[in-house]
């Protein structure tokens, strides 16, 4: 355990001393690359060990213009990022939120049918997002048995081209729900078919400690987005309270932030570039997809069939396709 502590500490040395030359983000990713269990890696992670070297750069919100977030449900936005989007909004960007999933599930304990509860969860996001001032968008990939087509992969790219973001938000790359890990499949699938640019991205926190590079303090905008999750009656009053439980992590995640005694509000991310990315979706996603998705039911087959499809269509048997991502990038 010394020997591992020794050595992950050296590795957080060299690569911290490369981090104001290169960027806030890149220091994370060749330490990653040697890590190949993706759970492994989320309970690493998780333990905190890296809190006393790693100190997240905050974010510059105000500077983009033209947001998208992919969101897998009608809700994970506003639990990961819904403080930087207010922020974001006051300071006059254009926001588009692009729902994956249609938000159904197979016992819906407060409407009569799959296609109410659909409607509810639907009505929820719309008065969010008009609170936020966002365009909204979807796919509707079923939510209770998940297969995406090549047709969603190409709505996705030509979503992504027509509003042509500054700034992509989405679920971090080892958020833990199967439906949340595969928004990054979908994004290096459309990448494949599609050619994607070089968007910067930055991966939400939703359910489970993320390891950042970067946050946004959202503390004077703490009590709008608390009415926000508000909005989410389905999910707070039947399901999970993230109402509660968002605000929870946003004070917890102001540990990172320097000095006083001030009760701030944060949202933690991380960030970037859309090839860097898809690299670590090569790296963690492929060599086991069951262990990616957790056995999921739900998101494992279609997953597996789609990858498939889209591998085919390249002339492709292995894990990775023909798209590869420049060496400028790497």
């Not at 860097?276 to 069951?290: G, H, I, K, M, Q």
Request: proline letters at 5%; a neutral charge.
């Amino acid at each position: 355990m010394v020997d591992f502590r020794r050595k992950w500490r050296s590795y957080i040395n060299q690569l911290m001393a490369l981090r104001a030359e290169r960027g806030p983000y890149r220091f994370l990713v060749r330490k990653w690359d040697e890590v190949s269990d993706i759970d492994l890696a989320t309970r690493v992670l998780a333990t905190e060990f890296f809190e006393k070297e790693l100190v997240p750069a905050p974010l510059p919100i105000e500077k983009f213009k033209s947001i998208l977030v992919i969101s897998p449900h009608q809700d994970d936005e506003t639990i990961g990022a819904g403080g930087t989007l207010l922020l974001a909004s006051a300071a006059g960007a254009k926001i588009d939120v692009l729902y994956t999933t249609d938000g159904a599930t197979n016992n819906q304990p407060h409407a009569a049918s799959r296609e109410e509860y659909i409607s509810i969860r639907n009505a929820e996001a719309q008065k969010v997002c008009a609170r936020l001032g966002a365009n909204v968008h979807h796919l509707n990939i079923s939510n209770t048995n998940l297969e995406p087509t090549t047709e969603d992969l190409d709505e996705l790219a030509r979503i992504i081209n027509s509003i042509n973001p500054d700034l992509i938000l989405a679920p971090w790359i080892l958020d833990s729900p199967a439906k949340h890990r595969l928004t990054n499949h979908l994004l290096w699938l459309t990448h494949q078919r599609n050619n994607l640019r070089n968007f910067e991205v930055w991966g939400f926190q939703v359910h489970n400690t993320l390891f950042p590079n970067g946050y946004v303090d959202i503390t004077a905008v703490a009590d709008e987005k608390r009415e926000l999750l508000k909005y989410f009656h389905s999910q707070n009053d039947h399901s999970v309270p993230f109402d509660h439980l968002a605000m929870g992590l946003a004070a917890w995640n102001a540990r990172f932030l320097d000095g006083g005694k001030e009760r701030s509000f944060v949202e933690v991310f991380f960030a970037l570039p859309l090839y860097e990315l898809l690299r670590l979706v090569e790296r963690f996603y492929f060599s086991d997809f069951a262990a990616t998705y957790r056995g999921h039911s739900q998101v494992l087959p279609g997953a597996m069939a789609i990858h498939k499809t889209v591998l085919k269509s390249l002339g492709k048997t292995n894990g990775f396709g023909d798209r590869p991502i420049p060496q400028s990038e790497k």
